[in-house]
């Protein structure tokens, strides 16, 4: 393992905000590594922290301790004619293993194409975009409990996987490293199409394939989503679940609301609400929401955390006073 000084938080998440330090930063390569992070260095700090790619943190406040898992194996563990159980190592980039997957002809991650950030993210907010999250594919993911400085393995069901929720935001919350996941896809290159943005866009063609998937995918979060030079770090909101009379409230009021079912509830859209509150492109000064979708703050150079979190602050207040609902933050907020 080696050990970076005062690195700053531009450094850090790929929202790139100034204003805050890591002072110590670990950079774990193995398991081994994680166990000895867990048993000897952690107990010893104030305040700790596990980045994945950093791709969906806020770093407000500087932190005495950070570490960055950095195992990057992946490996075919069982294979079958029609499955396969992959090992990825929780360093990997997670595109990287949407790309290697539909190489392969293996299904069941490639509507989640550039989703920014490390494998060991992935199932912390349980990553997901265009009919797919990572629920429905991973079967266990492994770690190093902090307590007990062990290794363990959490059966899928036992990561209470929910939408842009799980486990590891509650009650494994900062006792948990996450060192490497387990997914089950299907040998097969044509693709269910469940998201309408998609169907829309692929209309035209008999068959579809996992790599049509991939491609178009690809091309939508180009179009929609920021470019690497400019910070961000995806979604800034969860899309806000809102009793069905509450949906119909709206929905009388706003009749091209976007909505969707959801078992006895309503999802309302989030970058909707936010474009309807006037926010979409503004700026103040570096902070700011992005031009081509309200639910993803940037930071076009010098932003503090803070400044990002005031104007978080101010879209919640306006959507609240307009619309009746609250958002909550999807990214992590340090
Ligand atoms: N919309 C607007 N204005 C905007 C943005 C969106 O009116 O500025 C409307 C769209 O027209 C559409 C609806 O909102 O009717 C939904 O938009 P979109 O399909 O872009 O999806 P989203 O609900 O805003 C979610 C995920 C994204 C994921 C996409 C695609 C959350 C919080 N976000 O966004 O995930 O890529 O669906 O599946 O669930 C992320 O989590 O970081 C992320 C980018």
Redesign the pocket.
């Known amino acids: 393992m080696t050990i970076e000084h005062n690195v700053d938080s531009s450094q850090l998440t790929t929202f790139r905000t100034r204003g805050a330090v890591a002072e110590q930063l670990y950079h774990l390569e193995t398991v081994d590594d994680v166990v000895e992070f867990a048993r000897y260095v952690a107990p010893q700090r104030r305040q700790w922290l596990v980045l994945g790619g950093g791709s969906n943190m806020l770093l407000v406040h500087s932190v005495e301790c950070a570490a960055r898992v950095e195992i990057t194996d992946r490996r075919i563990i069982e294979e079958t004619a029609s499955r396969v159980i992959l090992r990825l190592g929780a360093g990997l980039h997670w595109h990287s293993c949407v790309e290697w997957a539909v190489a392969n002809g293996w299904a069941g991650i490639e509507a989640m194409a550039l989703i920014p950030g490390t494998v060991g993210a992935a199932p912390i907010q349980n990553i997901?975009?265009?009919g797919q999250q990572l629920s429905d594919v991973c079967r266990w993911v492994e770690g190093v409990d902090v307590y007990s400085g062990r290794t363990v393995t959490l059966a899928a069901q036992d990561c209470h996987f929910g939408y842009?929720d799980s486990v590891f935001k509650r009650e494994r919350k900062g006792n948990f490293i996450i060192t490497a996941i387990g997914v089950e896809l299907e040998k097969r290159t044509d693709a269910r199409v469940a998201?309408d943005?998609l169907a829309r866009r692929l209309t035209t063609r008999d068959t579809v394939t996992i790599s049509d998937i991939f491609e178009t995918v690809v091309t939508l979060?180009r179009g929609?989503?920021p470019p690497d030079d400019i910070g961000s770090a995806?979604?800034f909101?969860?899309?806000p679940v809102v009793e069905l009379h509450r949906a119909a409230q709206l929905a009388e009021r706003y009749p091209d609301m976007?909505r969707y079912q959801q078992n006895g509830a309503v999802k309302l859209?989030?970058?909707?609400l936010i474009?309807q509150c006037g926010y979409?492109g503004i700026r103040r000064g570096d902070a700011g929401v992005y031009d081509r979708?309200?639910?993803v703050l940037v930071n076009y150079g010098t932003a503090r955390g803070e400044d990002i979190l005031r104007l978080a602050a101010e879209i919640k207040a306006a959507v609240h006073e307009r619309f009746g609902v609250e958002l909550e933050e999807?990214v992590i907020i340090v």
């Not at 859209?269 to 909707?272: C, F, L, P, R, V």
């Open positions: 997901g975009a265009y842009r998201y943005e979060r929609k989503l995806g979604s909101f969860k899309n976007p859209s989030a970058g909707w474009e979409k979708h309200a639910l999807e």
